[in-house]
């Protein structure tokens, strides 16, 4: 949850990568990972996925 708070100081925000096959960003919270887009006015989170080995 601390990680998902850290996105109000966007775009200062560590960890972040743009998506290549897609719209939006990924942020690597430990095996966790957080894809979001950015509005005019607010963050969207669209999933928050666990890693695994069949992840990528």
């Known amino acids: 949850m601390a990680a998902v708070e850290t996105l109000t100081n ?11 096959d897609r719209k939006g960003y990924r942020l690597r ?5 957080i894809f979001f ?3 005019p006015v607010i963050i ?3 999933e928050v996925k666990i890693r695994n080995e069949r992840t990528y």
């Open 44 to 46: 969207v989170i669209a």
């Open 29 to 33: 919270v430990g095996r966790y990972r």
């Open 10 to 20: 966007w775009p200062e925000v560590k960890g972040v990568k743009a998506l290549e």
């Open 37 to 39: 887009t950015v509005e």
